[in-house]
């Protein structure tokens, strides 16, 4: 069974930064896509990043390019999300979701795609 733990939300003023982890566990393939997804109060959730294990290579949304990092450890069991220079509409609830291939540039972002999810981590931004 594939877990996801995710970490690292937290109350940060705008421009500030912070570094999410998503802890996977579980997963029987080497070769497989950890996407970032976040959810503001009253919005829908939105894909924020991905990182494919093995090839490495990124996507990101446009709102965030720039400014965020997604990356992930050598064992491949843990992808982060640096997040620098944080605006008013960064916030809410981060979560990490793999799917067992890897991210694809024209799909990463659609929740479907993704089978396993993590808890979710809050982030709030207020000065």
């Known amino acids: 069974q594939v877990q996801l733990v995710e970490s690292g939300g937290d109350l940060v003023q705008p421009g500030g930064s912070l570094r999410l982890s998503c802890v996977v566990s579980?997963?029987?393939?080497?070769?497989?896509?950890i996407a970032w997804f976040r959810q503001a109060p009253g919005k829908e959730r939105e894909g924020v990043s991905c990182?494919?294990?093995?090839?490495?290579?990124?996507s990101y949304a446009d709102s965030v390019k720039g400014r965020f990092i997604i990356s992930r450890d050598n064992a491949k069991t843990t992808a982060y999300l640096q997040m620098n220079s944080l605006k008013p509409e960064d916030p809410g609830v981060y979560y990490c979701?793999?799917?067992?291939?890897?991210?694809?540039?024209?799909?990463?972002?659609?929740?479907?795609?993704?089978?396993?999810w993590g808890q979710g981590t809050q982030v709030t931004i207020s000065s």
């Open positions: 579980g997963l029987t393939v080497d070769d497989y896509g």
């Open positions: 979701a793999t799917r067992p291939i890897s991210c694809g540039a024209d799909t990463w972002n659609i929740q479907g795609r993704y089978d396993s």
């Open positions: 990182i494919s294990t093995i090839t490495g290579i990124t």
